[in-house]
């Protein structure tokens, strides 16, 4: 089979009993309850706002709820995997409940095993501990793309003070005093419709460079931001002279902000410079940290690092599926 389009997975998961199930571009993301828990046995991985879901699905897939535990289910047409993302609930029901849905996927793509990603350390060891779930440790193909669990989350905790102190932050202070003056930063509860879409496509650091999987990420920022789901979310904005030079987004409905795009002009130390005024904002509106997600390349991931050295690393799991089906592959 080479793609499983959302309706025929809507009709595999409505089959299943006990589950809610709902098309992920109907879901009600300003709702916080439509997710019943955005932790994995408490623990806070990778997200915390079901706009990442938006993103990593690129909106489209299904929402799956289940006795307090939810996950989404998504097909990746480049790899021809139905992935099933960020699980979320008590660790033993959320990997029961990723078997059930594994076993359904199985009878309808029986050569595409379904991957789960974004697990962390609970809810990989209740998958491993049944026996039928290995981690992915290579590439799905030579031409997919990496993602971010490559490299662990970052999770900014330092003190937020408007200028640093300490040789650790020479970075942060010198983009503080080189932009500082020339920038003005904004931070919103919905989007401002002042050229977001533009500056995404034609005018950040990396607009000359996107691929295919990042135009896609890119795509769909766009598409939520046409949406009604702006609740929980902020929308960051650095301007000079009326234009945009800097967008991000972020959320906390967990304690910890999560950062969920950025983008900034291609001009030396502006992104250090964004970054620091969003922690500002994210802490003083009552966050106590905030995750810049994994990475996927090493450079990336080094400059957050050294960036902000007050930080924690968490990493989260990629596992495979190997039930009877599938055996003879593993």
């Given at each position: 089979m080479s793609a499983l389009t959302d309706a025929r997975l809507?009709?595999?998961?409505?089959?299943?009993?006990?589950?809610?199930?709902?098309?992920?571009?109907?879901?009600?993301?300003?709702?916080?309850?439509?997710?019943?828990?955005?932790?994995?046995?408490?623990?806070?991985?990778?997200?915390?706002?079901?706009?990442?879901?938006?993103?990593r699905a690129r909106g489209s897939g299904s929402l799956v709820r289940s006795h307090g535990c939810a996950v989404v289910l998504?097909?990746?047409?480049?790899?021809n995997r139905l992935t099933a993302?960020?699980?979320t609930g008590e660790p033993r029901e959320a990997a029961d409940l990723l078997s059930r849905l594994a076993e359904?996927?199985?009878?309808?793509?029986?050569?595409?095993?379904?991957?789960?990603?974004y697990c962390g350390a609970g809810i990989e060891a209740a998958l491993t501990s049944q026996g039928c779930w290995v981690p992915l440790e290579a590439p799905w193909s030579d031409e997919a793309y990496a993602d971010d669990e490559t490299f662990p989350e970052v999770i900014v905790t330092t003190e937020p003070r408007d200028v640093p102190s300490g040789q650790a932050y020479k970075s942060i202070r010198e983009a503080i005093f080189k932009h500082g003056p020339e920038y003005t930063y904004t931070a919103s509860g919905r989007p401002l419709g002042i050229g977001e879409a533009e500056f995404i496509a034609a005018?950040?650091?990396r607009s000359q460079g996107y691929g295919e999987h990042e135009s896609g990420f890119n795509d769909s920022v766009l598409s939520f931001l046409d949406t009604a789901y702006h609740d929980q979310l902020t929308y960051h904005y650095l301007q000079?002279?009326?234009?945009?030079?800097?967008?991000?987004?972020?959320?906390?409905?967990?304690?910890?902000?999560?950062?969920?795009?950025?983008?900034?002009?291609?001009?030396?130390?502006?992104?250090?410079?964004?970054?620091w005024q969003i922690y500002l904002q994210v802490r003083r509106s009552g966050a106590f940290a905030l995750n810049l997600g994994g990475s996927e390349e090493v450079s990336l991931f080094q400059f957050k690092t050294r960036t902000f050295p007050h930080h924690v690393l968490q990493r989260s799991a990629v596992l495979q599926y190997t039930g009877a089906m599938f055996q003879e592959g593993v």
């Amino acid at each position: 089979m080479s793609a499983l389009t959302d309706a025929r997975l809507s009709d595999i998961l409505t089959a299943l009993p006990d589950l809610e199930v709902s098309h992920l571009r109907d879901t009600d993301f300003s709702d916080i309850a439509t997710i019943p828990t955005f932790l994995q046995g408490g623990a806070d991985v990778h997200g915390s706002h079901g706009l990442f879901y938006w993103l990593r699905a690129r909106g489209s897939g299904s929402l799956v709820r289940s006795h307090g535990c939810a996950v989404v289910l998504s097909w990746r047409a480049d790899v021809n995997r139905l992935t099933a993302f960020r699980p979320t609930g008590e660790p033993r029901e959320a990997a029961d409940l990723l078997s059930r849905l594994a076993e359904a996927a199985a009878e309808a793509v029986p050569h595409s095993p379904l991957v789960a990603r974004y697990c962390g350390a609970g809810i990989e060891a209740a998958l491993t501990s049944q026996g039928c779930w290995v981690p992915l440790e290579a590439p799905w193909s030579d031409e997919a793309y990496a993602d971010d669990e490559t490299f662990p989350e970052v999770i900014v905790t330092t003190e937020p003070r408007d200028v640093p102190s300490g040789q650790a932050y020479k970075s942060i202070r010198e983009a503080i005093f080189k932009h500082g003056p020339e920038y003005t930063y904004t931070a919103s509860g919905r989007p401002l419709g002042i050229g977001e879409a533009e500056f995404i496509a034609a005018e950040t650091a990396r607009s000359q460079g996107y691929g295919e999987h990042e135009s896609g990420f890119n795509d769909s920022v766009l598409s939520f931001l046409d949406t009604a789901y702006h609740d929980q979310l902020t929308y960051h904005y650095l301007q000079r002279d009326g234009r945009v030079h800097g967008f991000a987004i972020t959320a906390n409905t967990t304690g910890i902000a999560h950062g969920y795009y950025l983008g900034a002009a291609d001009l030396p130390r502006l992104a250090t410079y964004f970054l620091w005024q969003i922690y500002l904002q994210v802490r003083r509106s009552g966050a106590f940290a905030l995750n810049l997600g994994g990475s996927e390349e090493v450079s990336l991931f080094q400059f957050k690092t050294r960036t902000f050295p007050h930080h924690v690393l968490q990493r989260s799991a990629v596992l495979q599926y190997t039930g009877a089906m599938f055996q003879e592959g593993v």
